[in-house]
């Protein structure tokens, strides 16, 4: 890489630092590329050679900083010997454990969920930290359907349902903590969330007996 690309991509990553301190601080629609500028000690312009406006910082920010969703899920079905149950118990631990242990994630995951205000509510990218890909919504049902075969699901769930009420469950908890991550130690009480989750979705599993 040549010095001025390697300074290029400093500036790049010093702008991104600015704007989630920033973000963070003050919420994004109070943010301005004057702010994040003054942040970075780098000139407007400077922002406008890397980004072509807020929404395009912000986009990079978020990609720069995901949870790994689609690995999570593949990684979880695809291990030899788990039941759906299990599979679905790992997805949600290990989401939950991004979280709580990967402090960038954790605080881009702020910034979507507590300082995104009105200006973003149209945004097509607004939830990308947290939203399923189609690839693992996919998979998740999967799971669901598979559970539902052995009659294990609650009966008044489709596999859809559930798949739905598996995510929303897990962001209202990512939600509540991250207003106040200290309030109680999520990293202490993961699993045991977990298993209140599972609990919920599915019958006469080893889980209720």
Request: charged share 25%; hydrophobic share 45%; net charge negative.
């Amino acid at each position: 890489m040549s010095r001025r690309k390697a300074d290029a991509e400093r500036t790049r990553e010093t702008i991104l630092d600015a704007a989630e301190s920033t973000f963070l601080a003050q919420g994004v629609s109070r943010t301005t590329l004057a702010h994040i500028a003054q942040a970075a000690g780098v000139t407007r312009g400077a922002i406008y050679w890397h980004f072509e406006d807020k929404a395009a910082l912000f986009d990079a920010l978020l990609e720069r900083v995901r949870l790994p969703l689609d690995e999570i899920v593949d990684d979880a079905a695809l291990r030899l010997g788990a039941t759906p149950i299990d599979c679905l118990r790992e997805i949600a631990q290990r989401s939950l454990a991004g979280i709580c242990h990967d402090l960038p994630l954790q605080r881009a995951a702020t910034i979507v969920l507590h300082r995104c205000e009105k200006l973003e509510d149209d945004h097509p990218k607004i939830c990308m930290i947290t939203r399923l890909s189609e690839h693992a919504e996919a998979q998740v049902e999967q799971l669901f359907e598979q559970i539902q075969l052995a009659d294990n699901l609650r009966a008044d769930l489709t596999p859809a349902s559930a798949r739905r009420q598996f995510h929303g469950f897990l962001i209202g908890v990512c939600f509540d903590w991250l207003q106040d991550p200290q309030q109680y130690s999520l990293a202490d009480e993961y699993n045991g969330v977990v298993e209140t989750l599972i609990r919920g979705l599915i019958v006469d599993s080893p889980l209720n007996h």
